[in-house]
């Protein structure tokens, strides 16, 4: 049984940055992709930016291109997200995500395991 675990999450000031991370265990993942999503209050669950394992080729939501990024460590079996530039409506749960299919989807109901979520709280 696959299981994600995110960790990092926290207080931030407007315009800060940090680093969330996603520990992953109970498959090879050589032939899955993973991802981080984000529910802001009040808003849908929405696509960040994913990597796909086996080489790294990331793809980000047009909204976060520049300012966060996505990386994986094999031998870890880790995800994190590097999260930079943060705006004052940045506050949102953040979510990691897999999908047993070496393709990154920008679409949840393609992703079959998912965490419990970090907060991550923007403050000004």
């Known amino acids: 049984q696959v299981q994600l675990v995110e960790s990092g999450g926290g207080l931030v000031q407007v315009g800060g940055s940090l680093r969330l991370s996603c520990a992953a265990s109970g498959a090879t993942f050589d032939n899955y992709a993973m991802a981080w999503f984000r529910q802001a209050p009040g808003k849908e669950r929405e696509f960040v930016g994913g990597i796909r394992w086996t080489d790294g080729r990331t793809s980000y939501a047009d909204s976060v291109k520049g300012r966060f990024a996505v990386s994986r460590d094999r031998a870890k079996s880790s995800l994190s997200l590097s999260v930079n530039s943060l705006g004052p409506e940045g506050t949102a749960v953040f979510y990691c995500?897999?999908?047993?299919?070496?393709?990154?989807?920008?679409?949840?109901?393609?992703?079959?395991?998912w965490g419990q979520g970090t907060q991550v709280t923007v403050s000004s």
């Open positions: 995500a897999a999908r047993s299919y070496n393709r990154v989807s920008h679409l949840r109901e393609e992703y079959e395991y």
